[in-house]
């Protein structure tokens, strides 16, 4: 069983930053561990479908949407299973519940509960 833990969501004024983490515990399947999965962030805005926000992969590749590149950046710490984004220059737009996801392959995943980011002036 894996569960899936982010924290470090809140209020902040445009221009500003937060960081968040997800620390994971468990195995998505028997015998797998925290670095040989693709870890990601996503967000969902109020009405609008969830969407992949930067994701980073069990070799060393990111990616990050359109709308966040240059401004959030995505990490990973192999030994305390966590994976962090750093949102930098926040805007209103960046207002969501942001979710981290554990996948292998595709074959298995799993969601964290999501932490609310909310920027306003």
């Known amino acids: 069983q894996v569960q899936l833990v982010e924290s470090g969501g809140g209020l902040v004024q445009p221009g500003e930053s937060l960081r968040l983490s997800c620390v994971v515990s468990?195995?998505?399947?028997?015998?797998?561990?925290?670095?040989?999965?693709?870890m990601g962030w996503y967000r969902q805005a109020t009405g609008k479908q969830r969407e992949l926000v930067a994701d980073?992969?069990?070799?060393?590749?990111?990616r990050y949407s359109i709308a966040v590149k240059g401004r959030f950046t995505i990490s990973r710490d192999n030994f305390k299973n966590t994976v962090y984004l750093q949102m930098d220059n926040l805007k209103p737009e960046d207002t969501a519940v942001y979710y981290c996801?554990?996948?292998?392959?595709?074959?298995?995943?799993?969601w964290g509960q999501g932490t609310q980011v909310t920027v306003s002036a």
């Open positions: 980073f992969t069990s070799d060393g590749f990111t």
């Open positions: 996801k554990a996948d292998f392959n595709g074959r298995s995943s799993s």
């Open positions: 468990g195995s998505l399947f028997s015998g797998s561990r925290f670095s040989i999965y693709t």
